[in-house]
């Protein structure tokens, strides 16, 4: 079989994200890094190290720039700005600044995520979310990073605040270890949506040219026949609330990896002859199509950039065929009107994977040992896509 090549409008900007806590390594004033060391631990294995990505993201932009791609989504991290309550880190400021102008030197347009799940230890040992004071904690530090994004035009206030509100849900003080995903807590779920509002108000205010977003987990939701009404009731507080407060925003980020089908008791597990990735997961890759055409209509047409996408493998040629099936679904969504600003990979690296380095998501590896980069040959083919505008599969 072959597959027809098909082509891309040429600002349509291609890239890829990392999120700090993932890559940089040592992320020492963090909720991650005591829940990863905590006696109690739930996690197979500590960050460390992670990517070496905080010193080494010099080597890392060059690699997506020279790859042509041109766009990098990276964070800022929360606990290097400000790791204990009130004092804040001008040299943390300042290395931002320098990731933000390294980007630029090499052509490439950064695209900054404010918050990517880690917090500060303080901010969590005292209910996270569900502090009273969150909304005030956290405009403190935006208003601080704000000093450094004056010339940034994409800006991500909070990544998947639905899977925030899912994972910290229940948690209190620095329980939170014990946490696993029960239904997202009403009062982090307003927490974060405040939050998100706050955060744009504020950004628009002092910045009115940038263009500022918050990015969902799409969980693409299939109602097993006869159980529509079910799956709209799952779905609305796991994902719509989410999307529709993001609508009106200059884009809303789409964060896509699989399907979940719900039953009369929520979702049922994949079928066992299921192909899966290395978190697990189906391999699906219409969620990104599904994802797109379900944002477009529930944030009321709000222009798209897709802000993740991607799949854990040690197959390279199968993340090359995921991701040429999933953007042949991109493209076709764009030809029915839906507006897509853009395509960023997840992820540059493989990296730390919430618990584990044992997921692969990376267009990019690195030696266990030296940390030398090791681009796979997905990344080069997801460059020439930016640099043509065209797709075409290798070796379909
Ligand atoms: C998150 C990433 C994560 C990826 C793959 C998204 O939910 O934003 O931090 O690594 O999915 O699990």
Not at 222 to 243: I, L, N, S, W
Request: proline share 6%; charged share 25%; aromatic share 12%.
């Amino acid at each position: 079989m072959t597959s027809p090549a098909f082509g891309f409008p040429k600002n349509f900007i291609w890239g890829a994200a990392t999120a700090p806590h993932q890559v940089e390594g040592n992320n020492i004033a963090s909720d991650w890094w005591a829940r990863e060391h905590s006696p109690r631990t739930d996690v197979s294995e500590p960050s460390g190290d992670a990517c070496d990505s905080y010193n080494r993201y010099g080597e890392d932009i060059k690699l997506l720039a020279e790859s042509g791609l041109t766009m990098y989504r990276f964070g800022i991290e929360w606990a290097r700005i400000e790791p204990a309550e009130g004092c804040f880190s001008k040299a943390q400021l300042l290395h931002y600044r320098r990731m933000i102008d390294t980007c630029r030197e090499r052509g490439v347009e950064p695209m900054v995520t404010l918050y990517h799940f880690s917090m500060p230890l303080w901010f969590a040992a005292k209910g996270g979310w569900s502090r009273p004071d969150a909304l005030e904690k956290f405009e403190r530090y935006v208003r601080y990073v704000l000093q450094i994004l004056d010339d940034v035009t994409w800006i991500c206030t909070i990544n998947e605040p639905n899977m925030v509100a899912l994972t910290q849900g229940g948690t209190q003080g620095t329980d939170f270890i014990a946490a696993s995903l029960p239904a997202p807590d009403p009062v982090i779920s307003k927490a974060l949506v405040s939050a998100h509002h706050m955060a744009r108000g504020v950004i628009k205010e002092q910045l009115p040219e940038s263009k500022v977003g918050w990015t969902i987990a799409c969980q693409a939701f299939h109602a097993v026949p006869g159980c529509e009404k079910e799956m709209e009731e799952y779905q609305y507080p796991r994902e719509d609330y989410f999307t529709k407060e993001g609508a009106g925003d200059d884009f809303i980020g789409v964060q896509a990896y699989l399907r979940t089908f719900i039953g009369k008791n929520g979702p049922v597990p994949i079928s066992d002859a299921a192909e899966r990735t290395l978190t697990g997961w189906e391999y699906f890759p219409p969620a990104l199509g599904i994802a797109i055409r379900h944002t477009w209509e529930v944030a009321g047409h709000t222009p798209i950039f897709i802000t993740e996408n991607g799949l854990a493998t040690n197959d390279d040629r199968r993340r090359i065929d995921y991701t040429f099936d999933a953007l042949a679904d991109v493209h076709e969504a764009m030809d029915d009107g839906i507006a897509v600003l853009g395509y960023l990979h997840w992820s540059l690296l493989d990296n730390y994977e919430w618990g584990s380095f044992r997921p692969t998501f990376g267009l990019v590896g690195w030696d266990k040992k030296t940390f030398e980069r090791q681009p796979k040959p997905s990344l080069g083919w997801l460059g020439d896509i930016s640099r043509t505008h065209m797709v075409a599969h290798p070796y379909r």
